[in-house]
């Protein structure tokens, strides 16, 4: 069965610095995806990772995989409090024909000033 | 249209009542999903159509009635729900059940 780990669970960041969330995974899966969701709202979409050594930018976030370690990292650069949300991973259980996705618990990041 | 569509957004019912959410997505997509997310929890998968057959169940009570009417149409028919049913309900589709999930906003459920 897929298990799939966060850590930190809460994250209180200043706002300026940076910090990496991590996603660990228990079994092999080469596709992973981070979402945001700000409270009361749906999940959106940040970046669909799909190959060993995945790396992917969008503006103070960037996320890999290592499929080789099963992890994938969230790194978050010089933090805004626009970034303050909640982050899931989720991952794919490919071909086992049970859940399609496995998400982590996720961390809630907030950004002070 | 790149977008998961659902409605109501907000929906108060009775235990005894009988209510439908509806979610629709003109992307295309073949694989569609019904997701259940407590407060401060991730979403639980509660069922999966791909190409408009049930294909996932998770133990999901019978009180739950999912319809897929057509590719583009996803429905969760509700009938005598518990207050513990209360939740925000996510639909989501993807172009096949192994490909990026796009979600819809949500419908807020409270169960009186």
């Known amino acids: 069965e897929l298990k799939v780990e966060q850590n930190p669970l809460f994250l209180s960041m200043q706002e300026g610095k940076n910090y990496t969330i991590y996603c660990n995974y228990s079994?092999?899966?080469?596709?992973l995806y981070w979402y945001r969701q700000d409270p009361g709202k749906s999940l959106e979409s940040l970046f669909v990772?799909?190959?060993?050594?995945a790396v992917k930018q969008e503006g103070r976030l960037m996320a890999s995989l290592d499929t080789k370690a099963r992890l994938s990292t969230l790194h978050i650069t010089a933090a805004v409090h626009d970034l303050s949300a909640t982050y899931f991973c989720a991952v794919e259980e490919v071909g086992s024909g049970n859940t399609p996705l496995v998400f982590g618990k996720g961390t809630r990041l907030s950004v002070i000033a | 249209d790149t977008e998961v569509t659902q409605t109501p957004k907000h929906l108060v019912m009775g235990m005894t009542n009988k209510k439908s959410l509806k979610c629709e997505q003109h992307?295309?997509?073949?694989?569609m999903y019904w997701y259940k997310q407590k407060a401060k929890k991730p979403p639980e998968l509660m069922f999966v159509?791909?190409?408009?057959?049930?294909?996932i169940n998770e133990s999901v009570p019978s009180r739950f009635s999912p319809e897929c009417p057509n590719s583009s149409l996803l429905n969760l028919h509700l009938h005598a729900l518990q207050p513990e049913d209360s939740a925000l309900y996510l639909c989501?589709?993807?172009?096949?059940?192994?490909?990026?999930?796009?979600f819809g906003p949500g419908t807020r459920l409270t169960v009186l």
């Open positions: 989501a589709s993807s172009e096949t059940p192994s490909y990026e999930q796009f």
């Open positions: 992307m295309g997509h073949r694989a």
């Open positions: 079994t092999t899966s080469d596709r």
């Open positions: 990772l799909l190959s060993n050594g």
């Open positions: 159509y791909s190409y408009e057959k049930l294909s």
